[in-house]
């Protein structure tokens, strides 16, 4: 009797379980305006707001022809963002590594993907709609691709049993058939290819231009304090952090050299390209002269988005001023960036421990906080 009323609690609880998880998905269905089924498949066509004014606007997102964001695309990429059913065996989403409280990095050295630990530190997720390269090593070139990528990569999915699921889950469903239209000639309402511009579309929502730095840029004077405002002339002086080379794309506010954005910023030393422990770009181009060579990554957010760099070496701001900041810290390379000017004229002084501090402080002002707390980018699951 006790065994049999024990079992009927395990499967009572499994049903609560399973319904619960039902529940999570439970579609809002709202019918078409007019009744027909046709209006299931109309989309709610989105546009990006150009906010900011003046110079310092927020670089245009580009938004692929065959990709045009939409309400439900949005809402959908958002789901499948944070839907571990995404993986192999059903643990892993891309919110496992790219969180949003970390800038949608993690903070872990390493995350851990469905085959082990990653080979490199998890990205952040910031203003991606306006790069045109992704990862450490450059391997990409569009979100799409790079969403792609990652998902294979990180959560190499049972794709036929994903499209079962996604086509038997109601509002998924409801969902597909809003964002990308009504399938012609019987094709498949559910595949990889709208899965991944779904993700991408949300991406590229993904937008952080409220940063105490923006505000100062549109002419509150005063959202910068004595040390912020000394980091800041640290970050563009040429004789001291000489930052702004590599990490400003001036009218933009990107902090990321959208141009020649693959650099070595001097982190190891060799004697012979070979020798890099991680060959970064060279892996792409097989040239050696990018061997060692990564992707500049955007400051934004950097407060929250440690450790940082692509082997997430620093865990702290501190270690990576005291890094650049001191001639005897810099580290020797064939492919070192000519642009790493402390190394390349040894007469400019090192920083001074209240200079990196300012550093510092600036970089702290590029946090956006409404960005990370942000509800529209949040799970949906939760
Ligand atoms: C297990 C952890 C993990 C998961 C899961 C994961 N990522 Fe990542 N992501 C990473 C790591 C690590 C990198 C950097 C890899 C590299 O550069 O080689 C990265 C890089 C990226 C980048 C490049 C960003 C840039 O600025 O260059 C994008 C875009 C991205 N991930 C999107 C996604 C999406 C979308 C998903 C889900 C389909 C996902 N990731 C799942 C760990 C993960
Ligand atoms: C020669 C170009 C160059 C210069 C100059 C430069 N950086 Fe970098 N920075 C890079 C590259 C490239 C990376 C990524 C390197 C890697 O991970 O291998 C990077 C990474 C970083 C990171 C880590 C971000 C993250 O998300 O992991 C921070 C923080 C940073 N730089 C700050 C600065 C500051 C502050 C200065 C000025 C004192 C500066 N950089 C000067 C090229 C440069």
Redesign the pocket.
């Known amino acids: 009797m006790r065994q049999s009323s024990r079992l009927y609690a395990i499967v009572l609880c499994a049903l609560t379980i399973v319904l619960l998880a039902q529940c999570k998905h439970d579609p809002p269905i709202t019918p078409g305006s007019n009744g027909t089924t046709d209006t299931l498949y109309t989309s709610t066509p989105y546009t990006f707001s150009q906010t900011i004014g003046g110079i310092y606007s927020y670089r245009k997102v580009k938004v692929p022809s065959d990709n045009p964001e939409t309400y439900e695309g949005i809402r959908l990429g958002r789901m499948l963002f944070y839907d571990s059913t995404l993986s192999i065996n059903r643990q892993v989403s891309c919110g496992s590594c790219h969180k949003q409280e970390y800038s949608f990095?993690d903070n872990q050295r390493l995350s851990q993907n469905v085959h082990g630990p990653t080979k490199r530190?998890a990205?952040?997720l910031v203003n991606l709609g306006i790069n045109s390269i992704f990862f450490?090593d450059g391997r990409q070139a569009t979100i799409e691709t790079a969403v792609d990528d990652a998902l294979t990569h990180e959560q190499s999915p049972d794709m036929s049993a994903l499209f079962a699921y996604l086509d038997t889950t109601p509002v998924y469903k409801y969902l597909f058939g809003k964002a990308f239209g009504k399938p012609v000639d019987n094709a498949p309402l559910v595949t990889e290819d709208k899965i991944v511009k779904a993700i991408a579309q949300f991406i590229r929502t993904l937008r952080a231009e409220d940063s105490r730095y923006d505000k100062y840029n549109r002419g509150e004077a005063s959202a910068l304090n004595a040390g912020e405002l000394n980091g800041m002339n640290?970050?563009f002086d040429q004789q001291k952090?000489?930052?702004?080379?590599?990490?400003m794309d001036a009218p933009y506010m990107t902090l990321a050299?959208v141009n020649v954005p693959?650099?070595?910023?001097?982190?190891d030393t060799v004697a012979n390209v070979s020798q890099f422990a991680?060959i970064?770009y060279g892996q792409v181009t097989g040239d050696i002269s990018d061997y060692?060579?990564?992707?500049?990554?955007?400051?934004r957010n950097?407060e929250v988005?440690?450790?940082?760099?692509?082997?997430?070496r620093?865990t702290t701001?501190e270690q990576?001023?005291d890094h650049?900041?001191s001639y005897d810290s810099l580290r020797k390379s064939p492919t070192v960036?000519?642009?790493?000017?402390r190394l390349v004229y040894p007469n400019i002084p090192d920083?001074t421990a209240q200079q990196k501090s300012d550093?510092v402080a600036f970089?702290k002002t590029l946090t956006d906080t409404a960005f990370l707390h942000n509800p529209d980018f949040s799970n949906p699951f939760h």
């Open positions: 990095g530190n990205s952040t450490w640290i970050f952090g000489d930052c702004v080379h590599c990490h050299n693959m650099r070595n910023n001097a982190l991680d970064g060692g060579k990564f992707k500049i990554p955007a400051l950097v988005s440690a450790p940082y760099m692509h082997d997430g620093f701001l990576v001023v650049y900041g960036d000519p642009l790493m000017e920083l550093l970089l």
